[in-house]
């Protein structure tokens, strides 16, 4: 009976994610445009993945972003959970919802706001010529040495609000009494973080770690909006060149292979995560 409850569910599933993630695959031995005949390749499209310079460049960026989307914010998720935790500050629902405030905003509501502000007479160039600091000021989007950090900030902002609130919770639920031992053996604020606070919201890291690593690795809308790939192709992420290929190129078969290879490293990359937080909390 338990299975026929689960049925239904499992048949959406089945419909809407493994039909579709089974098709790519098929898809991906295939030359095909999308309006023809399609003809085998074989394994064609994934050797050219690998040898491809600018694909291999596109999985190198999503992998940078991962630092910006996924490491950022849970040092600094982790930093301001403790510290509002520790110190019991007023108003702390109303701070919830504003850091949380992101996330309820489309990504593309985001990434025009965020053009803006990155644009030759935008607000960040406004600001550094207030502070006397207009030297710096540049069109931050169309350099090539900071359009993918630009773009990076932007997922550390975005972010941030998700990991601190996903921590909050878990040190919401850590025994006073853990506290009160470590002060008495003479243990000061770091040493508190490190032995009671930290060991205690291990999963809680890990579901943030993995929700971030996913976001940073499928990441499309914003660099569509903001950048298109561009300057060259110094920001451009898998799931970008998958849209490319498709829609731009007619190249459906080896876009259906990056989309395939990008699904693997996002299930490796979270298995892995999800392995380590396992091990840590038994």
Partial sequence: ??????????????????????????????????????????????????????????????LVLIGFFAVLPT??????????????????????????????????????????????????NSLLDAVGLGSLGRAWLGDYGTALPAIGFVGTWFET??????????????????YEAARLDGAGPVREFLA??????????????????????????LVYVTTRGGPGNTTSVPSYEVYNRAFQLGQVGSAAAIGVCLTVLIFAISFVITRIGDRGDS
């Fill in 1 to 62: 009976m338990a299975y026929l409850y689960l049925l239904p569910a499992f048949l959406v599933y089945a419909a809407f994610l493994l039909y579709p993630l089974v098709r790519a695959v098929q898809i991906s031995f295939y030359d095909w445009d999308g309006l023809t005949l399609a003809s085998w390749v074989g394994f064609q499209n994934y050797a050219d993945v690998l040898a491809d310079e600018g694909l291999r460049a596109a999985f190198g960026h999503a």
């Fill in 75 to 124: 040092v600094v998720g982790l930093v301001l959970a403790s510290i509002l935790n520790r110190a019991r500050v007023r108003g702390l629902p109303f701070f919830r919802t504003v850091v949380f405030l992101p996330q309820v905003i489309a990504m593309v509501v985001v990434a025009v706001a965020w053009r803006r502000i990155f644009a030759p007479d935008g607000g960040l």
């Fill in 161 to 178: 609000g998700l990991v601190t609130i996903l921590l909050l919770a878990g040190m919401g639920r850590i025994n006073p009494e853990l």
């Fill in 196 to 221: 009671v606070t930290l060991p205690s919201v291990r999963g809680e890291i890990s579901v943030a770690l993995t929700l971030t690593v996913i976001a940073a690795l499928r990441t499309f809308d």
